[in-house]
């Protein structure tokens, strides 16, 4: 049974955690190439990616806290980007970055960067997630997260001949990966882009889509993460995603990401493109 994620790209995850491996061409500047996937432009998680890496080799004593990424063209997956970080504002607490990825002098991505330094908490609560663990979920292959992944009903969670409510709760770990505080916040902000067109489309079948004219274009234009704690990949995380609307040839996501033990470490709102066909 054919899911909604069978539509996400192809990529190999030795191969994205080396594109995140920057080379240094000068201060706040660095080279880097793109993953390989299915397809022909660059992946907009990817660059979120990339953006936490060259924010934190730029300011290194402090973590990302918060990301905001727009992409107003595409870039072309064949071809070198050249990534430049400017740094706005740089205190004890806080640093304000902003990271501008080119092709040919031609900007297709900037986002602006948030980091800090660990501080005691003065108050402190969070959401609390209160959901089936993963061991009663199924296997959800997803392409672009070549990780562990699980949901329940698995793959038919996500089929396109069903209709379900624009919300999912998606399991995921990769315990493959080096298990460093700013590569975990690389991979989740790549993982996190995949689930907005699946989640926005669970309520039509795809003959309610062919009815409407077709999928036509679907991207993303601009995506907002912030980290509330440290987490590790090594461990099971959570992903509550939910489409509240779509609409104007627009989508909108909210992701709420926790760890096992139910406490909140990170959340998403993402905005997209959507159009039918022709």
């Known amino acids: 049974m054919a899911g909604g994620t ?15 491996d920057l080379g240094a061409v000068g201060p706040g500047r660095f080279r880097a190439r793109n993953v390989t996937s299915t397809l022909p432009t660059t992946l907009g998680s990817q660059t979120l990616a990339q953006a936490v890496v060259a924010a934190e080799r730029t300011v290194p004593h402090m973590a990302v806290q918060s990301l905001h990424g727009v992409f107003p ?12 970080v400017e740094v706005v504002q740089s205190g004890r607490a806080l640093a304000t970055v902003q990271v ?7 900007e297709h991505a900037r986002v602006l960067v948030m980091l800090s330094v660990d501080e005691p908490d003065f108050l402190a609560h969070g959401a609390v997630a209160d959901v089936p663990g993963p061991e009663e979920c199924a296997d959800l292959p997803c392409a672009l997260l070549p990780w562990e992944v699980r949901t ?19 399991w995921m770990r990769c315990e493959k990966a080096p298990d460093l505080p700013g590569i975990a916040r690389a ?6 882009e995949g689930f907005l ?37 090594h461990d099971w ?4 995603c939910e489409s509240p609307f779509a609409g104007a040839g627009r ?18 709102a993402a905005h997209g493109l959507l159009r039918a066909a022709g």
């Open 6 to 20: 069978d539509l996400w790209p192809v990529i190999d995850l030795a191969d994205l955690l080396e594109v995140l």
């Open 237 to 240: 995380l959570l992903l509550r």
């Open 251 to 268: 989508m909108f996501e909210r992701i709420q990401i926790f760890t096992r033990t139910g406490e909140l470490v990170a959340s998403v």
């Open 100 to 106: 501008s990825f080119q092709q040919d002098g031609r």
């Open 152 to 170: 329940i009903g698995g793959a038919a969670a996500v089929a396109l001949d069903l209709a379900g409510p624009p919300t999912l709760d998606v």
């Open 197 to 233: 067109g699946p989640v926005a489309m669970r309520p039509y079948p795809q003959a309610e889509m062919i009815r409407r004219g077709g999928r036509g274009a679907a991207a993303m234009l601009s995506q907002t993460i912030t980290f509330h704690r440290p987490f590790t990949l």
């Open 73 to 84: 063209r595409g870039g072309y997956a064949d071809r070198e980007v050249d990534v430049e």
């Open 187 to 192: 991979l989740l902000a790549h993982a996190s």
